[in-house]
Nanobody, 118 residues
């Protein structure tokens, strides 16, 4: 079992920055890819970014150049640095972790609210 706890959400003005954290505990040795997803009101959950255990990253087109995903394996924590935030970035941000072994198991955090508004 893996437990994920997000932190760092909040209210920020357009153009501002926030850094989200996702701390993993439990069977952390089993974690392979970690990622961030978001869900805005009335919309489906969408992928924001992913990072592999060796640091390879992927981003949604909508956040490329503005968001940076990273992870500190020693602290069992992943981060999402969000810059140049826009109102359309408003959503609940959820981190996830996928096990290395097959069949893969996906774990989800509870989510943290990010609101971009003036």
């Amino acid at each position: 079992q893996v437990q994920l706890v997000e932190s760092g959400g909040g209210l920020v003005q357009p153009g501002g920055s926030l850094r989200l954290s996702c701390a993993a505990s439990g069977s952390i040795f089993s974690i392979g890819v970690m990622g961030w997803y978001r869900q805005a009101p009335g919309k489906q959950r969408e992928l924001v970014a992913t990072i592999t255990s060796d640091g390879s990253t992927k981003y949604a087109d909508s956040v490329k150049g503005r968001f940076t995903i990273s992870r500190d394996n020693a602290k069992n924590t992943e981060y999402l640095q969000m810059n140049s935030l826009k109102p359309e970035d408003t959503a609940i941000y959820v981190c996830n972790a996928v096990t290395k072994e097959v069949p893969r198991v996906i774990y989800w955090g509870q989510g943290t609210q990010v609101t971009v508004s003036s």
